[in-house]
């Protein structure tokens, strides 16, 4: 059997770290039973000084996994977080905003990872205990299960370890541990048991160790640790488990006879795909050709505004074929505006014109944009793409980076019984394009029907194809708990014929812990409900949303529709953390790397640096211009909202201090009605006069709050804050755009340009303790819509 690939992510702690503090004891513990995973990150550590220190926790954990526990405790006191619905955390996190606090939240920062982080002050010389638990179903692809264990502590811990125990009923047929943290001296620190149905492995580095492996050094282990496993399967039917009315059944049969398949390749070639984005999409291309087996059919069009046809028709994969093929696509240029309703349709043209009987057809657009020339309606190109397709064969919709619009693509492939992924733009962009190539590649089952008797509640059931290497998962309730006339059987089309798989032996594995299958089947309600509710409107998705939002609520899960509040001791601030949908824009990974990579960015640079935490670089480049035609004050941003009557202006004058900031900033309000504004007030900021205590004010759509050296604005989904920094004893402003306002309608610089960038190093003023870290150099004239000329102004 070949083996293919299924990640679990567990991330280790992100600590950031001074002299100040020590982390005593970094413990990860995981879990994997019947491929549930339960994580718990613990992390111990102590203030050293002789004064407060606020501490700061701060993990990374994977996209798929929902928390279900956090916990502080210090001073013998246990400080619970708790999951309550979003409207009740909002009103808890505005009451905190009243009294001076601020909110913290769990966000994407990568391809796999989302981003946990509190922080508390700890007394002089005590210490806090922080404890995170998640959870998450491992899926199967390129038959495996993987758990990575990523472990970036910012510096040796003397107390390190990662135990991970995986008990599975069917017995394990391999273990491998690999990654980055198992080189050189690292590798002594793991130990590895197998023994039929467990394995255990252990890691736990010395302080020395830690020190010497690929991506070690002073500070400590900065890389993975990949566990890779994989179970038994002695027959078709899969292994079935039952526990307190509940059961889960894995069905992934692999001696079955690959099913030929027809496959059309709709790939965007419009301007915005230049550069390395259609090179990689070249280079992938030509690796899926030459893994196209003879029996195959493939079909290959790119498109920007017109349509560009390999051949018209769906070919055999022959030699001469495919030599053509390789020609083709060696020419796809970047060229034009983006067509994507006409694409699809003619790709699900051409694969209903040429049905081949006992063969598996698939779709497969790229593109890296949203729909420019032809049709540009989202719900006119859905509609006509889900008629065209009818459910008689899969979209699978691959977004490149991050301007296209994933909920579009996402929603499209649902509609089809597809799905989509992302490509980030990356060096291994054209492993990641095959990479899913190859999930897909050897379909062995179509129509597949999982049918349960005696069962109730029920995840999906219904799957278009099964491929090798992957894995379908069902779970359910069995009515009045009665497992004698529970009876399982999945029905499916194998090659040219129907095929039936039932539990032979009659028996089902009941010895699994109380309470996992309730949850697994929980996760998975709420996965498929969060799924279901993107393609419903109305009464049927508010439905869903309420059925997906009470799982939620009561098995503890931090869900896109539920908050986690994390209560802190008396006096400080109370935290609200969301979880993040894939269709939202991460943090870039340089983020979290230093130097930043230097990759071609463009729009989502821009996008980055206006409210993703992206360097500031670029805006001290800008100041460092502007110093240059001696210009006093300059025009920061123009951030204009015409549905909501409003305008804001934020003007500021420079500081003389070398590579400093603004001595002065002004925020202009105006509150527009139909004859005229009405209504102006402006906020001003000095940097000679800041007075440090707690400060609200509420002013018409918006709130201003001052916290120690910072000021928050906020006006509905923008968040400004404007930090104090100080140096060679004078203090400056430096406004960071913490968040940018989804209207869009901003000016300034946030201008959407293609831009050039060249590497340097800075100093991060967007933090209250500034660093020195690898950024982006930019020219105002590449960053602002318009001439630097036309945002200066005479005063403030």
């Not at 996994?65 to 909002?90: C, H, L, N, P, W």
């Not at 008689?392 to 301007?403: A, E, H, R, S, W």
């Amino acid at each position: 059997m070949g083996r293919a690939s299924v990640l679990l992510t567990v991330f280790g702690l992100l600590l950031a770290l001074t002299d100040d503090w020590d982390i005593y004891s970094f413990h990860i513990n995981s879990t994997v039973t019947s491929r549930y995973a339960t994580t718990v990150i613990t992390s111990r550590v102590a203030n050293r000084m002789n004064e407060p220190k606020e501490i700061e926790f701060h993990v990374q954990i994977p996209k798929n996994a929902f928390i279900s526990r956090f916990r502080m405790m210090m001073d013998g006191q246990v400080y619970d977080g708790v999951v309550k619905t979003k409207e009740q955390a909002q009103e808890q996190y505005t009451r905190a905003v009243s009294r001076g606090e601020s909110a913290g939240i769990v966000r994407s920062v990568g391809r796999t990872m989302e981003e946990f982080k509190t922080s508390v002050t700890v007394a002089a010389h005590k210490k806090v205990t922080f404890e995170l638990t998640y959870e998450e179903l491992l899926k199967r692809t390129h038959g495996k299960y993987e758990l990575q264990i990523y472990a970036r502590p910012m510096k040796p811990v003397e107390d390190f370890k990662a135990d991970v125990h995986i008990h599975e009923k069917a017995g394990i047929s391999f273990v491998d541990v690999k990654g980055g943290l198992s080189t050189k001296a690292l590798a002594n620190a793991i130990t590895k048991t197998h023994a039929d149905k467990q394995a255990w492995v252990h890691f736990y580095p010395t302080v020395d160790q830690q020190k010497n492996c690929d991506s070690c050094g002073e500070e400590g282990m900065n890389g993975d640790l990949v566990i890779a496993y994989d179970v038994n399967r002695d027959n078709g039917f899969g292994d079935i488990k039952t526990s307190d009315g509940y059961f889960i059944h894995h069905f992934a049969p692999s001696s079955l006879p690959r099913i030929p398949k027809n496959v059309v390749f709709v790939i965007d070639r419009s301007g915005s795909m230049r550069g390395r984005k259609i090179t990689q999409t070249r280079t992938a291309l030509l690796r899926i050709l030459n893994d196209l087996a003879e029996d195959d059919f493939f079909g290959l069009i790119s498109f920007d505004r017109e349509i560009i046809h390999f051949k018209r028709e769906l070919v055999q994969a022959t030699a001469l074929n495919l030599e053509g093929a390789r020609g083709f696509v060696r020419n796809i240029e970047d060229r034009g505006s983006t067509d994507i309703n006409a694409a699809v349709l003619e790709g699900a043209h051409i694969l209903n014109e040429h049905p081949r009987e006992g063969s598996a057809s698939i779709l497969i657009l790229l593109t890296d944009g949203d729909p420019t020339s032809g049709v540009t309606n989202f719900d006119t190109i859905q509609s006509n793409v889900k008629q065209a397709i009818a459910g008689k064969f899969p979209l699978y919709c691959l977004g490149f980076g991050f301007d296209v619009k994933f909920e579009f693509l996402e929603k499209m492939s649902l509609q089809n019984n597809g799905v989509a992924r992302r490509i980030y733009e990356d060096s291994d962009a054209d492993l990641q394009l095959k990479g899913f190539y190859d999930e897909v590649a050897t379909p062995l089952l179509t129509d597949i029907t999982m049918i349960y008797v005696g069962g109730t509640n029920l995840t999906k059931t219904n799957f278009s194809q099964y491929y090798n290497g992957s894995e379908i998962v069902v779970a359910g309730e069995i009515i009045d708990n009665n497992v004698e006339i529970f009876t399982p059987q999945v029905v499916a089309i194998s090659s040219k014929q129907k095929v039936t798989f039932s539990n032979t032996n009659g028996s089902v594995d009941s010895s699994v812990s109380d309470g996992l299958l309730q949850r697994v089947w929980a996760y998975l309600t709420v996965k498929q409900l969060l799924e279901k509710e993107l393609l419903l409107s109305g009464p049927e998705k508010e439905k869903v949303n309420k059925e997906a939002l009470e799982l939620s609520l009561t098995y503890g899960f931090v869900t896109p529709l539920t908050s986690m509040v994390v209560t802190k001791p008396e006096g400080e601030s109370s935290e609200t953390h969301h979880k993040p949908k894939e269709r939202e824009e991460p943090l870039p990974q340089s983020y979290h790397r230093s130097p930043m990579r230097s990759y071609d960015q463009r729009r989502r640079f821009i996008k980055s640096f206006s409210g993703r935490s992206a360097s500031l670089s670029k805006q001290q480049k800008y100041q460092t211009q502007i110093n240059n035609f001696k210009i006093k004050s300059v025009e920061l941003i123009i951030y204009y909202l015409p549905l909501f009557s409003l305008e804001l202006y934020i003007n500021g004058v420079l500081d003389s201090i070398k590579n400093g900031g603004f001595k002065e900033i002004v925020i202009h309000v105006d509150l527009i009605r139909q004859s005229g504004p009405y209504s102006s007030s402006h906020l001003y900021f000095s940097a000679t006069n800041c007075p440090q205590n707690p400060f609200l004010a509420c002013f018409p759509r918006f709130t201003v709050n001052r916290i120690k050296k910072q000021t928050e604005v906020t006006d509905g989904d923008m968040r400004l804050v404007i930090l104090v920094h100080e140096k060679h004893g004078r203090k400056f402003l430096w406004p960071v755009l913490r968040k940018l306002p989804s209207a869009g309608d901003t000016e300034g610089l946030l201008g959407e340009r293609h831009f050039c960038f060249s590497l340097s190093i800075s100093v991060d003023l967007r933090i209250r303790r500034p660093v020195e870290v690898g950024c982006c150099l930019i020219p105002a004239d590449f960053v602002l819509p318009r001439p630097l000329t036309d945002f200066l102004v005479a005063h403030v």
